[in-house]
Structures are given as structure tokens and as C-alpha cells.
């Protein structure tokens, strides 16, 4: 069973930078839609961006244009997110997903994106100091 595993979460002053990891086990990645999401305490899960089998990128979050971007290593079974010019509104827990069923990202106008995917990571804690 594909297992996925964050990392590269911490604390960071504002305007820092943080390159999130997410490592596969158990199955390769390279077929399916991974993406990224974030939970800040008290709000709801929100989708950061994503990226297709085709290597198809989907960006979803607009306060992250320009500073966050996604990126796959097929050869590590690895998807990054490179997080610039990070603020203290980034700061939340942030989890990678992949839909083992799927080959694309959810659609910007597609609402529920998170319910697609069906293997979770356990989330990594990125906090941002203003």
C-alpha cells in the first residue's frame, strides 16, 4: 500500500524560505496526481497545487502565486514544495496527497478537490515568525 511521508517543515522568519518533501513507499508516484494541501488552526484544509502524471502543474492557491511552486523527482519517488518569501498567514500544517485512482489534478472550479485524493500523508508544521 503507497505510503507518503512530509517532511522539511520548521520554523522560519518572514520573507524565509522552506522546501517541503514528500517521499512514496510501497508504489511509485509517477502514474497519479500528487498534490499539496495546508490546514491552518482553526480553518478549513485549503489546496496549495498539484501535479498531474504528465507532469501537467495545477495551482490552486492565489496568496502563494509566484512564491510557492511544486515540483516531482520520478527517479526519488518525490514531490517538493518550495515555498519563497514565506509569511506569517503560511503558517499550518501542510500534507502531500496522491489519488491512486486518478491520472489528473482536480480543475480549479472543482469544489471538495481534497475528497479525490485517497492516500494522505501525516502532515508536516510549517510556522512562519513575522
Known amino acids: 500500500q503507497l505510503q507518503l511521508a512530509e517532511s522539511g517543515g520548521g520554523l522560519v522568519q518572514s520573507g524565509g524560505s522552506l522546501r517541503l518533501s514528500c517521499s512514496a513507499s510501497?508504489?511509485?508516484?509517477?502514474?497519479?496526481?500528487q498534490a499539496w494541501f495546508r490546514q491552518a488552526p482553526g480553518k478549513e484544509r485549503e489546496e496549495v497545487s498539484c501535479?498531474?502524471?504528465?507532469?501537467?502543474?495545477?495551482d490552486y492557491l492565489d496568496s502563494v502565486k509566484d512564491r510557492f511552486s511544486i515540483s516531482r523527482d520520478r527517479a526519488k519517488n518525490t514531490v517538493y514544495l518550495q515555498m519563497n518569501d514565506l509569511q506569517p498567514e503560511d503558517t499550518a500544517v501542510y500534507y502531500c496527497?496522491?489519488?491512486?485512482?486518478?491520472?489528473?489534478?482536480?480543475?480549479?472550479?472543482?469544489?471538495?478537490?481534497?475528497?479525490?485524493?485517497?492516500?494522505w500523508g501525516q502532515g508536516t508544521q510549517v510556522t512562519v515568525s513575522s
Open positions: 496527497a496522491t489519488n491512486t485512482n486518478g491520472y489528473r489534478c482536480p480543475y480549479r472550479f472543482e469544489g471538495q478537490k481534497a475528497r479525490v485524493f485517497n492516500s
Open positions: 501535479v498531474a502524471g504528465s507532469g501537467e502543474i495545477t
Open positions: 510501497g508504489g511509485s508516484l509517477e502514474l497519479y496526481p
